[in-house]
């Protein structure tokens, strides 16, 4: 069977967001509601600068339908400050409370600096086993040395997705190759964009389409592959991440809210 797909965006706390994609006068609170209305998955970027309070996530959880999904970030202090060395403790508690949205919890991405490099070898080789099984993680390296087959093959023994990140570290026709190797029965894409000179949220300031062509048949071949591929876009991409993701979705024939009937929508899910 094709793998499940979940598409979303990375967050949904975006005040430009309103008007464009919330309804005019949606409040901060009820953002997230909202946005499960429209997609079933969201990647979570505030778990990276610390562990969320328990009573967090346990309302995310509360606020969004049975079938919504959570993709997580692993809190820096173990990916970037101790660099994935002498961390069980953190990774424990942080594990502890990712496990309180029980099915709505997607994969936990581990996103790696851009000065972590391949001489760091040992300390990944060290952290992969240390992963509780019961979860499911993809890991995001931002530099072109990783991606040799030593590594995927280590990432494939502990059941580990190579994170697709279409942005400036690894070219594009190099992730789309990688598409057809997958290292998990899960995936993680992301589509970041080239840098962060975007600061209006509002709308579309650059035209993504022939980027998303490309990506179009690498998803549908991985989805054959593989149980469940969660993709995830940044409002840096093209400027309004919503817009990119219907774009997405409707390229890959997956249903799409219309902005404008967002606030009249019980739930598709």
Do not use: C
């Amino acid at each position: 069977m094709p793998a499940t797909l979940h598409l979303g965006t990375q967050g949904w706390n975006y005040p430009a967001w309103v008007g464009p994609f919330y309804p005019p006068g949606t409040r901060p609170a009820d953002f997230l509601s909202m946005y499960a209305r429209a997609w079933d998955s969201v990647e979570v970027d505030s778990t990276f600068y610390a562990i969320p309070a328990s009573k967090v996530v346990k309302n995310w959880a509360a606020r969004v339908p049975e079938r919504f999904q959570f993709s997580l970030k692993l809190p820096q202090e173990i990916t970037h400050e101790r660099r994935l060395r002498n961390a069980t403790d953190v990774a424990e508690r942080f594990y502890d409370v990712a496990r309180l949205l029980g099915p709505k919890l997607g994969l936990i991405l581990i996103q790696m600096g851009p000065d972590f490099a391949p001489v760091e070898q040992g300390a990944l080789e060290a952290f992969l086993p240390t992963l509780p099984e019961d979860l499911r993680f993809a890991i995001e390296f931002r530099q072109r040395g990783w991606i040799r087959p030593d590594i995927t093959a280590l990432l494939r023994e502990f059941k580990v997705a190579l994170t697709l990140s279409d942005g400036r570290w690894i070219p594009r026709a190099q992730l789309l190759e990688l598409a057809q190797h997958p290292t998990a029965d899960h995936a993680y894409l992301r589509w970041m964009g080239p840098d962060r000179s975007i600061t209006d949220y509002s709308h579309v300031q650059v035209d993504r389409s022939a980027e998303l062509d490309q990506w179009v048949p690498a998803i549908v071949a991985l989805m054959q592959r593989i149980h469940a591929v969660y993709g995830y876009v940044n409002n840096h991409f093209s400027g309004h991440s919503p817009h990119t993701v219907r774009e997405l979705a409707r390229r890959l024939g997956q249903p799409v809210v219309d902005p404008t009937q967002l606030g009249e929508q019980i739930s598709l899910f």
